[in-house]
């Protein structure tokens, strides 16, 4: 999968699965231009380790809930790189964990923006610098499929309207544009550290056909995949990573 050339704009890159996303582009000879939204860390890490082994790679703080730091992240790639091939809108959380009796309006509205309102703002934002043969690659959830675990009602809508937003904009911007989107299961990342128990995940990893927690590695292989030639007649595709837990 030789992305030589191409130019990939990675949101959320800076941690997790984004920065392997980031890293996995890079290798296969990709330009990357990393946003990440508080620490520097991450991003500037992968920065280095890019463009010490002969890459070409930026970072930029940005929060992609808001247009004008969208429209920065993006014209800043297209000065430096010339325009855009690849966009992986990875940026989201759950935000907390809430039953439908302690959803408020702001902290809906807080989950939409930054799983949903946020992929909208970055794929529109690049579209009109991206050349035909260009890939859209989303990130969707399992939640989008089977409603989430307990508390995530808002963050599983929110992943179900990315799902949507990905199957809509495969046939508006087909044929030059394919666009498809991830559905991980359980992930080993900090979502998953910080908001569930390490017995569920224990539990989650042992039902699994694979018996294991997914690698934010495993995840960064099928965007690439999905960004590259060798899934040219994919679109509007929803693929399903997650050890074999839920068949869709």
């Known amino acids: 999968m030789d992305l030589k050339g191409k130019t990939a704009i990675v ?10 996303c980031v890293m996995a ?8 231009a990393i946003n990440y939204f508080s620490s520097s860390k991450g991003a500037d890490s992968a920065v280095s380790e890019i463009t010490s082994a002969g890459g070409k790679a930026l970072a930029m703080q940005g929060d992609m809930t808001k247009p004008d730091d969208v429209a920065a ?14 966009v992986m809108p990875i940026t989201g959380g759950i935000v907390a964990r809430r ?5 408020s309006l702001d902290y809906w509205q807080s989950v939409f923006d930054l799983n949903t309102t946020s992929a ?17 690659v989303t990130m969707a959830s399992q939640a989008g499929r089977d409603g989430g ?3 995530a009602l808002a963050y599983g809508m929110s992943k179900g309207a990315v799902m949507t937003l990905t199957r809509g904009l495969a046939k508006e911007l087909g044929p030059d544009i394919r666009v498809n989107a991830m559905c991980p299961g359980m992930i080993d990342t900090d979502f998953h550290n910080i908001f569930t128990k390490p017995e569920v995940r224990k539990h989650v990893a042992g039902v699994t056909p694979l018996k294991r927690e997914g690698a934010s590695e495993d995840v960064a292989n099928l965007a690439v995949f999905l960004a590259s030639e060798q899934s040219a007649f994919i679109t509007g595709a929803c693929v399903d990573i997650n050890g074999g837990m839920l068949f869709s």
């Open 11 to 20: 949101t959320g890159g800076g941690r997790d699965i984004g920065r392997a």
């Open 25 to 32: 582009l890079a290798a296969r000879g990709a330009n990357v």
């Open 73 to 86: 992240l993006v014209n800043r790639t297209v000065e430096e790189f010339g325009g855009v091939d690849i």
């Open 99 to 103: 039953p439908l009796s302690e959803i």
């Open 120 to 136: 909208l703002l970055v794929i529109k934002e690049a579209v009109p610098h991206m050349k035909n043969g260009g890939a859209i």
């Open 149 to 151: 675990g307990p508390g």
